[in-house]
C-alpha cells in the first residue's frame, strides 16, 4: 500500500513535537498529506477516571492548557510544512483520544504515535493501553516511536518478523511502500516454520516480486518470539520493526503476555505494526 496520508498523534506531552517531526520526514520522503490531530483532552487520565475523580475544574484548565499549545504549535506546523512543500490539515478536538485517532485513522495509510512508559503510575498504564487499543482498532499500520531518540533516523535497515498469520500478512501488505525506501530488508522467522505456513524464503520471493530485495533468516526461540525479534534487531543494526499485532486474541495476551505486549513495552526502535 502506498503512504498517501499520515496521520500524526499530538497532545499536550512530552513527545508530541517528535512525533511531528517524524510525520513531516515521513511526508516529504513519501509525498503524503498529513492530517495533524491534537487532542485537548489529558493524554494520562481515561475519562472514567475523569468522571469519578477529576473536579470539572481541573479538566477544563487543563483543556485550555492545551488548546494554548497546540494554537502554538499550530504556527510552528504550518511554518515547517510550507518550508517542506508538504500538504496538510491541523485538527483540534476535545474528545478521547482512542475515539478521535480511531476514527480519523479510517482515512490514514499509516499512524503515528509513540510508545508508552509502562512506569509505576495509572498515566504510564493508561498510556500503555491507548497504544495496544489503537493497533487493535485503527486498521492500518501503526507506527510506534521508541521514548528514547525518538526523531532518531530509521527506516534504512528494516527486520520483518514473519509468522505467516493474517497479522503479519496485513503487516507486510501494509507497508510495502515503507520498506521499496530501505536499504536492507531482512525477514525473520522464530523457531521452526510448521508445514502448514510459508516460510521466510517463500516470503522474500514475495518481496522480490514487488521490487524488494530481502533476505531470510530462521533463528532459535530465545525466550519468546517479542524478546528474540528485539534481540534479533539489536544484532543486525536493525532500526526498525516490521510485525503483525496479536496473533492470538488480545485478552489472552494480556492475560499471559506475547510478543506484541513484550515488543510495546521494551522496544528502543521504532516499530510498524498492524492488526
Known sequence: MSIKTILVHLANDGHHTARLEVALRL?????AHINALFITFPVGMPPVIAGRSASAIFISEARERARQRAFELEKEFEQSCAAKGVSH???VEDGTHLAALSYHAHVAD?????????GQY??????MRLAEELIMDVGCPVLLLPRHDPVKPFGDHVLVGWRSNREAVRAVRGTLDFMREAKSVTVVTVGPTPEDKLSEEELVCYLGRHG???????????GGVGET???EAG????DTLIMGAYGHSH???VVLGGATRYVLRHAEIPVLTVH
Do not use: M, Y
Open 251 to 253: 485478552l489472552r495476551e
Open 89 to 91: 490539515t491541523w485538527i
Open 110 to 118: 499509516l499512524l503515528v504515535v509513540s510508545h508508552s512508559d509502562s
Open 212 to 222: 524488494i530485495q530481502a533476505k531470510g533468516v530462521n533463528v532459535p526461540d530465545v
Open 27 to 31: 511526508a516529504k520522503r513519501h509525498g
Open 235 to 238: 544484532r543486525r543494526g536493525c
Open 122 to 127: 495509572l498515566e504510564d498504564r493508561f498510556r
Open 229 to 231: 525479534l528485539l534481540t
